[in-house]
């Protein structure tokens, strides 16, 4: 069974960089057909999409978000990481890291929490 535990800061300042990690067992990222991600649900409300790394590498990420993000991953140690440049307030959220499968999310980790504060 696949499990995901996110990783990284609770507590960013404006205008640094967010960098969390999402550490996969059970699947090997690099198994065909898997899509990996981050989601976000800010306070009050509701899920957003942030960004994809495919089981071959590619990357796909939201309009909104692309100029200040990028989505990496570690094969060695199953590992792929979100990063998010510039931070503001805005983006405190609960972070999820999932898998995506036949155009839908059916893992999820827990989430952590991600406060902008100075």
């Known amino acids: 069974q696949v499990q995901l535990q996110e990783s990284g800061p609770g507590l960013v300042k404006p205008s640094q960089t967010l960098s969390l990690t999402c550490t996969v067992s059970?699947?090997?990222?690099?198994?065909?057909?898997?899509?990996w991600g981050w989601i976000r649900q800010p306070p009050g409300k509701g899920l957003e999409w942030i960004a994809d790394?495919?089981?071959?590498?590619?990357?796909f990420y939201t309009p909104s978000l692309m100029s200040r993000t990028t989505i990496s991953r570690d094969t060695s140690k199953n590992q792929f990481t979100l990063q998010l440049r510039s931070v503001t307030p805005e983006d405190t959220a609960v972070y999820y890291c999932v898998r995506g499968v036949n155009w839908s999310y059916d893992s999820w980790g827990q989430g952590t929490q991600v406060t902008v504060s100075s």
């Open positions: 059970g699947n090997s990222i690099t198994t065909n057909g898997y899509a």
């Open positions: 790394i495919h089981y071959s590498g590619f990357t």
